[in-house]
């Protein structure tokens, strides 16, 4: 968001995807990221310190997901120090975040491949026991 310009009002957003952005606008770049116990806390109050917190922690990244899916908030997030989410303050925020799950897909599609080449190895020697059995009886 380009400096003095002004946050335009989303009308479609539901109550708690509202509050969810609210809570973010004061969470703007990567310096000032907010891990998602934290954000929670903003989005719920009092009502996040029960016995269901993880629930409202999983609702609250659904939320996000939500945001920049569907509504095209440019809410970026990071694993790394500080880790959390965060508004774009700068084009190469944006880029940086679009390197670091790029890496993330990569490798998530690069274990996908091991992993069926595995599966199809174990079904290969599956399929190999019984004739092996059958030939020595």
Avoid: N
Avoid at 118 to 130: M, T
């Amino acid at each position: 968001m380009a400096e003095g310009s002004q946050l335009e009002l989303d009308w479609t957003l539901d109550g708690l995807e509202a509050r969810v952005v609210s809570a973010l606008r004061t969470h703007v770049g990567r310096a000032a990221a907010i891990r998602v116990p934290d954000l929670t806390s903003l989005v719920y109050g009092a009502d996040y310190y029960v016995p269901e917190r993880k629930t409202f922690e999983r609702k609250v990244q659904d939320v996000v997901k939500r945001l920049r899916e569907e509504h095209g908030h440019p809410i970026l997030s990071s694993a790394g120090r500080p880790a959390g989410y965060y508004l774009a303050a700068t084009t190469e925020e944006v880029e940086q975040c679009v390197a670091e799950h790029r890496r993330k897909a990569i490798h998530t599609l690069t274990m996908l491949r091991a992993l069926r080449r595995h599966l199809a190895r174990l079904r290969g020697q599956q399929e190999l026991v019984p004739c092996i059995r059958s030939i020595v009886q």
